[in-house]
């Protein structure tokens, strides 16, 4: 019995290989069309392919896209900053510039000076609350600046330094509204036309220049400068230009409004008139 099962095994396996030979023969033999067995083997080992390549493709297509999208945020960040660096060169460059051309007029104003000395000074703080009051300037009394010394910009006069300290002095602009805030100046007209600098117009931003003959007439454009009485501040400082003229309330005098030649919502570098020779306070110390 043992013997049979043996040889029994043994039958099935040369038929097995018979078969098998006579399969791979058949498939050797040319034919356009695949034997089922055969068709029935690629189908069994396509369909495995399928399940395992999608997985497989779909991970490495899911971390191929993860790395796609952490180096586009990379390189986003880097061109942000890039930009950041462009935009701050940019205004560092503006600044620079801006700087440049405000020291070349004030050296073109110093090649004219005669009868006082210019201290160059930078605008250090301006405070919001009192923008069209004062500013403050990073030269004091220990670089000779001392108080009612006239300020001015290559444009034309702003103000006078109201109070210093050792390193530091606050200039109280024109447009100061305290009337003790005055500047003897003249219209440069036909005539010779003197009044005072006292008050300002926020809204038009014009000056206004009181005291001005009733009985005569003044045209738009002409020229007021500082009038250099009182021995504080030098004569023919540009303050600015006639824009229109009014009768006073009284009809006594005229004012006439003046537009400032210098920028004085925009101050930067300023220069301090000091006077080789100085002379009393008559036109007011307006602290």
């Given at each position: 019995?043992?013997q049979?099962?043996?040889?029994?095994?043994?039958?099935?396996?040369?038929?097995?290989?018979?078969v098998?030979?006579?399969?791979?023969?058949?498939?050797?033999s040319?034919?356009?069309?695949?034997?089922?067995?055969?068709?029935?083997?690629?189908?069994?080992?396509?369909?495995?392919?399928?399940?395992?390549?999608?997985?497989?493709?779909?991970?490495?297509?899911?971390?191929?896209?993860?790395?796609?999208?952490?180096?586009?945020?990379?390189?986003?960040?880097?061109?942000k900053?890039?930009?950041?660096?462009?935009?701050?060169?940019?205004?560092?460059?503006?600044?620079?510039?801006?700087?440049?051309?405000?020291?070349?007029?004030?050296?073109?104003?110093?090649a004219?000076?005669?009868?006082?000395?210019?201290?160059?000074?930078?605008?250090?703080?301006?405070?919001?609350?009192?923008?069209?009051?004062?500013?403050?300037?990073?030269?004091?009394?220990?670089?000779?600046?001392?108080?009612?010394?006239?300020?001015?910009?290559?444009?034309?006069?702003?103000?006078?330094?109201?109070?210093?300290?050792?390193?530091?002095?606050?200039?109280?602009?024109?447009?100061?509204?305290?009337?003790?805030?005055?500047?003897?100046?003249?219209?440069?007209?036909?005539?010779?036309?003197?009044?005072?600098?006292?008050?300002?117009?926020?809204?038009?931003?014009?000056?206004?220049m009181?005291?001005?003959?009733?009985?005569?007439?003044?045209?738009?454009?002409?020229?007021?400068?500082?009038?250099?009485?009182?021995?504080?501040?030098?004569?023919?400082?540009?303050?600015?230009?006639?824009?229109?003229?009014?009768?006073?309330?009284?009809?006594?005098?005229?004012?006439?409004?003046?537009?400032?030649?210098?920028?004085?919502?925009d101050?930067?570098?300023?220069?301090?008139?000091?006077?080789?020779?100085?002379?009393?306070?008559?036109?007011?110390?307006?602290?």
């Amino acid at each position: 019995m043992p013997q049979f099962f043996l040889n029994k095994r043994l039958i099935i396996l040369l038929v097995s290989i018979i078969v098998l030979v006579a399969l791979v023969g058949y498939s050797l033999s040319g034919k356009s069309k695949a034997s089922w067995p055969e068709q029935f083997v690629k189908d069994v080992a396509g369909f495995g392919e399928n399940i395992v390549s999608k997985p497989v493709g779909f991970v490495s297509s899911f971390f191929s896209s993860a790395s796609d999208l952490r180096n586009a945020y990379t390189e986003n960040e880097h061109l942000k900053k890039r930009l950041e660096e462009l935009a701050q060169l940019e205004s560092k460059v503006a600044d620079l510039s801006k700087e440049n051309a405000d020291l070349k007029k004030s050296l073109d104003i110093e090649a004219d000076l005669s009868d006082y000395d210019p201290i160059n000074a930078t605008v250090i703080s301006r405070n919001p609350d009192d923008w069209n009051m004062q500013v403050q300037i990073d030269k004091g009394s220990a670089d000779g600046v001392k108080p009612n010394m006239a300020v001015r910009t290559p444009e034309g006069m702003i103000g006078k330094i109201m109070k210093t300290g050792a390193k530091s002095s606050t200039v109280k602009l024109l447009s100061s509204t305290d009337d003790r805030n005055r500047i003897s100046a003249i219209v440069q007209g036909k005539g010779t036309a003197y009044g005072i600098i006292n008050g300002y117009d926020a809204e038009q931003r014009l000056l206004e220049m009181k005291q001005l003959p009733i009985d005569q007439k003044f045209t738009k454009g002409e020229k007021v400068v500082t009038s250099g009485l009182g021995g504080i501040f030098p004569s023919d400082i540009f303050i600015g230009t006639i824009e229109k003229v009014e009768t006073d309330k009284m009809g006594l005098s005229q004012t006439a409004l003046v537009k400032p030649g210098a920028d004085l919502y925009d101050l930067s570098h300023v220069i301090v008139l000091k006077r080789t020779l100085e002379g009393d306070d008559s036109e007011g110390s307006g602290s």
